[in-house]
Nanobody
Framework: QVQVVESGGGLVQAGGSLRLSCAVS????????MGWYRQAPGKQREQVAT????????NYADGVKGRFTISRDNAKNTVYLQMNVLKLEDTAVYYC?????????WGKGTLVTVSS
């Protein structure tokens, strides 16, 4: 079993920055790819960024390329999402997902609100 807990959300002005953290515990040796997803009000959940098990491969949604950076510290069992130049449309609940042995483990999410 894998547990996933996000943190770092909050209220930020447009153009500002936030860093989200995702702590993984439990059977962490099984964890492979991890990713950040978000769900805005009235919209479907969408993928934001993913990172491979050793961090050598990353993938970003077109709307966040150049502004967001995903990274992971396996020694701390933590994945980060550095978000810069935040826009109003980045407002959403951000979820972290860990993939372990072909199963998805989700956190409960952290709210990011970008104000004008």
């Amino acid at each position: 079993q894998v547990q996933v807990v996000e943190s770092g959300g909050g209220l930020v002005q447009a153009g500002g920055s936030l860093r989200l953290s995702c702590a993984v515990s439990g059977s962490i040796f099984m964890v492979n790819t991890m990713g950040w997803y978000r769900q805005a009000p009235g919209k479907q959940r969408e993928q934001v960024a993913t990172i491979s098990s050793v961090g050598s491969s990353t993938n970003y949604a077109d709307g966040v390329k150049g502004r967001f950076t995903i990274s992971r510290d396996n020694a701390k069992n933590t994945v980060y999402l550095q978000m810069n130049v935040l826009k109003l449309e980045d407002t959403a609940v951000y979820y972290c997902k860990a993939i372990a042995r072909f199963m998805d483990y989700w956190g409960k999410g952290t709210l990011v609100t970008v104000s004008s």
